[in-house]
């Protein structure tokens, strides 16, 4: 038989209203008082109808995760850590995707914001970095959570930064270390502030290594498996060839290996290659590839988290706004060691 509300405040000691205030994770709750119900709650496996919350406290009790992306591993790791947050909260997540470029994307956001009424917003690149979009939600009052790409900074908005550069930096001086002096980098769109923040990254390695940097190894692309392969093609066309390759992404990094393996390359002994984010395809190519490990599921069950925290506070209260900040970590495999 299904367990209810009054189950729970049975076995815990408390009234359903003490129930029904810690699921709903409103302020002023004792913490001993917390730990009886979400025992309880866990013993009785009790399930809150979300329909009868919203109606009871004409309040949604759902969390939106929008997004514009083509990377299928990024969001797919962005909805399982947001899931997992709202599943402690006992929240619903609305997944909608939108097209960045669009000219109606401003329209198409507020007709989802009146039709879904969700509680907040989880905002990932490039939406999150698009000044249109952070200012008309903030006129609408709905809250949100940026992903951004940067280090932690003074903001409006509760934000996880990703630290990019300094992970970059960290890539491009183990290519440095391992002899190559001659290192292209191979680009994502520049619509996305972390293309910028992990060129910067490579920049500034190449600098403190005294290493020249030179505008005919810095190629312009998109973060697809396709875009690396066109600009593997065009690198092996310069007469002055780079012996490495730093890519904006893994899947950049995996088609460059493919174009590579077309030309007759070895890797890494004629190309080292060097991708980003340590996504599936980091770990399926051959050799497998040096990678910034960037845990996108814990990044998005942190951002999940301080939507909820934000969520929680009172109405116009004036509160400091909380950050977090993670750092991509190296990850030194077969497609840049020497043998």
């Given at each position: 038989m299904?367990?209810?509300?009054?189950?729970?405040?049975?076995?815990?000691?408390?009234?359903?209203k003490t129930v029904s205030r810690v699921i709903n994770n409103e302020p002023g709750v004792r913490q001993n008082t917390i730990d009886k119900v979400t025992a309880a709650v866990t013993e009785l496996n009790y399930q809150p109808n979300q329909s009868a919350r919203s109606l009871a406290g004409n309040k949604s009790y759902v969390v939106g995760f929008v997004y514009d992306n083509p990377n299928a591993y990024y969001i797919i790791d962005m909805q399982h850590g947001i899931l997992d947050a709202c599943k402690k909260h006992h929240f619903e997540l609305l997944i909608h995707p939108v097209d960045s470029k669009s000219d109606n994307l401003l329209n198409e956001l507020k007709d989802m914001l009146r039709q879904?009424?969700?509680?907040?917003?989880?905002?990932?690149?490039?939406?999150?970095?698009?000044?249109?979009v952070t200012d008309m939600l903030t006129e609408t009052?709905?809250?949100?959570?940026?992903?951004?790409?940067?280090?932690?900074?003074?903001?409006?908005?509760?934000?996880?930064?990703?630290?990019?550069?300094?992970?970059?930096?960290?890539?491009?001086?183990h290519l440095i270390e391992q002899g190559h002096n001659k290192i292209a980098f191979f680009s994502g769109e520049e619509v996305h502030h972390s293309t910028g923040e992990r060129l910067a990254g490579y920049l500034d390695a190449l600098k403190a290594h005294n290493l020249d940097s030179r505008d005919e190894w810095i190629f312009a692309g998109e973060y697809s498996f396709e875009s690396g392969v066109e600009n593997g093609k065009k690198l092996v066309e310069l007469t002055d060839k780079p012996t490495a390759v730093f890519a904006c992404n893994d899947e950049i990094a995996a088609g460059t290996?493919?174009?590579?393996?077309?030309?007759?390359?070895?890797?890494?002994?004629?190309?080292?290659?060097a991708g980003f984010e340590d996504n599936p395809f980091s770990r399926q190519t051959w050799p497998k590839?040096?990678?910034?490990?960037?845990?996108?599921?814990?990044?998005?069950?942190?951002?999940?988290?301080?939507?909820?925290?934000?969520?929680?506070?009172?109405?116009?209260?004036?509160?400091?706004?909380?950050?977090?900040m993670f750092e991509p970590e190296l990850v030194v495999r077969e497609s840049t060691q020497s043998r």
């Open positions: 299904k367990a209810t509300i009054n189950d729970v405040a049975k076995l815990a000691g408390v009234s359903i879904s009424r969700v509680s907040g917003l989880v905002l990932t690149p490039p939406l999150s970095e698009m000044t249109e009052g709905v809250k949100f959570v940026r992903v951004i790409s940067g280090k932690n900074q003074t903001l409006s908005t509760p934000c996880v930064f990703i630290d990019d550069r300094t992970a970059a930096f960290n890539i491009t001086e290996l493919f174009a590579a393996r077309l030309q007759g390359l070895d890797v890494p002994a004629d190309l080292a290659i590839l040096t990678t910034a490990a960037q845990p996108t599921k814990t990044i998005a069950s942190q951002a999940a988290e301080l939507l909820f925290k934000h969520l929680r506070l009172p109405a116009k209260k004036e509160q400091a706004i909380e950050n977090c």
